[in-house]
């Protein structure tokens, strides 16, 4: 939904003055604003809150009254239960409002956990959720709120066209109620009407002044509604790191399965099948040693090439697991050597009083490792830059190059398992890379120290 008044009309629509495949508002936005589908979507929600609230409010207050008065008895409990999974259902109707006319799309509260199926297990599931006494809140200090915004609301829009229109009107006066206009002021020695073509014309002005305010003081009545539906009738904070934690645990889980396979896959194709070929050769060279020693001395030679080439290989998998260099002496050195394989020069800049945790540290270094490769592989740059600071309790690495630009992470690359990465530690990635270059990736993550 379009968060600036104007964008509600399409293609042609009034305002809007066309000129080749775009479109220009006639009018500026304020001028627009009192006939716009926005303004109206919200004149409707707060003229329609006042007779909600009110048997949002009737309803709370009696059927929580009638629970708490039958506690002394047993029937208390279940009549109390039934109030709050009623305000629950109607916090549902609000929640469905606010989307359809503030277009706040406000998620559902985390649904009730009962250890066990059976009506009593409802009924404690439901006392003891804070989303249901929070519907009941919502339910008692909306009244007064949608009393002030309705009144509010709809003597500014009513004045505001009363008065804009007063000049095509005002005639009711002198031949119906036999006086000369509007009456602005009277007692019982005399009175003020506005009758004259000049006072005319000045209340009209003032009854634009109104009508177009009048928007913008809707506009920031439901600001308020939106906070209640948002704070009072969506999930709560607990409930929402909950679920982050629940995605975040998920995403680590998948990514060590998935550097576990890696890892087994590797180790097959490489120094593993390496070592089986040299084992044999070996063999064959064994055989061949009294039979002809120069064959068997150039078998053994062949054989010691092979493993030069396994143990590189084994260290360039355990540099890709956890690099010795990175325990030993930190961020700077690592991220030096792996500058130094990248295939364009890189610059490091690594401003750190101290280190990070260990893991935090690791997730740092591989990101930077893989930001390098992307470069290397498909930047087209002919330089780069890795810089490394801390900022309070944050630490932010950002690697940019002057390559072809065009990178995004949405298009489920490897920025994108990237960022998953990040955010299951509370990081961030940011990616400005547009076409032609130049590429500024910025990762952020916890200091955690």
Known sequence: MAMEYGQGYGPGGPGYAMSGSERRPRLPAGLRAPFEGRFWREFGFVLLSLPISVLLFVYAVTMVSLGAGLLVTFLGIP???????????LGALERARARGLLGLDVAGPEPLRMGKPGLMAWVGAVLKSGTSWRAV????????WAVV?????????????ALLTYPLWFWVFPVWAGQGGLQLYGDETHRVYLDNPFEITVTALV???????????????????RVMVHGLLG??????RVVELESDRGVVVDTAAADLRRIERDLHDGAQARLVNLAMDLGLAKEKLREDPQEAARMVDEAHGEVKT?????????????????????????????????????????DLRERPAPAIEGIAYFTVSELLQNISKHARATSAVVEVWRVENRLLLQVWDDGAGGADVTRGSGLAGLAERLDAVDGILVVDSPAGGPTRVTAELPWRR
Do not use: K
């Open 207 to 225: 009854g634009l002044l109104f009508t177009l305010a009048t928007p913008w003081i809707v506009r920031a009545l439901t600001m308020v509604d």
């Open 310 to 350: 396994a143990l590189q290989e084994l260290r360039d998998l355990a540099r890709g697991i956890h690099p010795a260099v990175l325990t030993d002496r930190g961020l700077d050195a690592a991220l030096s050597a792996v500058a130094s394989r990248c295939a364009v020069p890189v610059r490091v800049e690594v």
């Open 79 to 89: 009549v109390l239960a039934a109030a709050l999974a009623g305000c629950r259902g």
């Open 235 to 240: 999930p709560s904070r607990l409930a929402t």
């Open 137 to 144: 809140l919502y339910a008692l200090l909306h009244f007064p």
């Open 149 to 161: 915004s309705f009144v509010v609301a709809l003597n500014f829009w009513a004045y505001g066209w």
